[in-house]
Antibody
Framework: QLQLQESGPGLVKSSETLSLTCTVS??????????WGWIRQPPGKGLEWIGN???????HYNPSLKSRVTMSVDTSKNQFSLNLSSVTAADTAVYYC???????????????WGQGTLVTVSS | QSVLTQPPSASGTPGQRVTISCSGS????????VYWYQQLPRTAPKLLIS???QRPSGVPDRFSGSKSGTSASLAISGLRSEDEADYYC????????????FGTGTKVTVL
């Protein structure tokens, strides 16, 4: 049974870099047509797609966050990661990792989500 | 600010039919597939409808999706108390640099 589990600091200081890891179990991260991504949700607000990555390392980011986002994948550990630099209070959110599925990375959609982890940016 | 607009709330009594709209444009709903997600209180979103109107395995047939032009709709028939949740539409938007975008979300209340 597929499981995705986010891990990382729950508190990050303003201007620093937020780093999260998603561990995939019950399936291989190197599966064809599966992509791995991040979505966030500020408290009491809606969802925002951050981006996704293929096991080859190919990435696609939300243009509004692209300058601050870096994603990476570690196939040996069945994990993928998110780095978001220069964070502010506006980056406080629940961060979800999610499997994406589709024939191409650009048109894939999230179909299975982790439980999410709250990251608070403090001043 | 989301490019997909949903009504903030919808409600109905048990057994009723509730419809949620999702309004977009030619660069998203008008040219790409629409997806719907259900987010129960304090849980992660779950894929409810895929590629406009397909129900993933395990999703009750009380849920149905449709699309026309630059708008989409989610219908819940035979409303049940456990359907009380937030619902989000989503689609790829290929204006300028492509991005996956979510709707503003609709809170469904079962009266």
């Amino acid at each position: 049974q597929l499981q995705l589990q986010e891990s990382g600091p729950g508190l990050v200081k303003s201007s620093e870099t937020l780093s999260l890891t998603c561990t995939v179990s019950g399936g291989s991260i190197s599966t064809y047509a599966y992509y791995w991504g991040w979505i966030r949700q500020p408290p009491g607000k809606g969802l925002e797609w951050i981006g996704n990555i293929y096991y080859t390392g190919s990435t696609h980011y939300n243009p509004s966050l692209k300058s601050r986002v870096t994603m990476s994948v570690d196939t040996s550990k069945n994990q993928f990661s998110l780095n978001l630099s220069s964070v502010t209070a506006a980056d406080t959110a629940v961060y979800y990792c999610a499997r994406h599925v589709g024939r191409t990375q650009l048109w894939s959609h999230p179909d299975f989500w982790g439980q999410g982890t709250l990251v608070t940016v403090s001043s | 600010q989301s490019v997909l607009t949903q009504p903030p709330s919808a409600s109905g009594t048990p057994g009723q039919r509730v419809t949620i709209s999702c309004s977009g444009s030619s660069s998203n709903i008008g040219s790409n597939n629409v997806y719907w997600y259900q987010q129960l209180p304090r849980t992660a979103p779950k894929l409810l409808i895929s590629t406009d109107n397909q129900r993933p395995s395990g999703v009750p047939d009380r849920f149905s999706g449709s699309k026309s032009g630059t708008s989409a709709s989610l219908a819940i028939s035979g409303l049940r108390s456990e359907d009380e949740a937030d619902y989000y539409c989503a689609a790829w938007d290929d204006s300028l640099s492509a991005s996956y975008v979510f709707g503003t979300g609709t809170k469904v209340t079962v009266l």
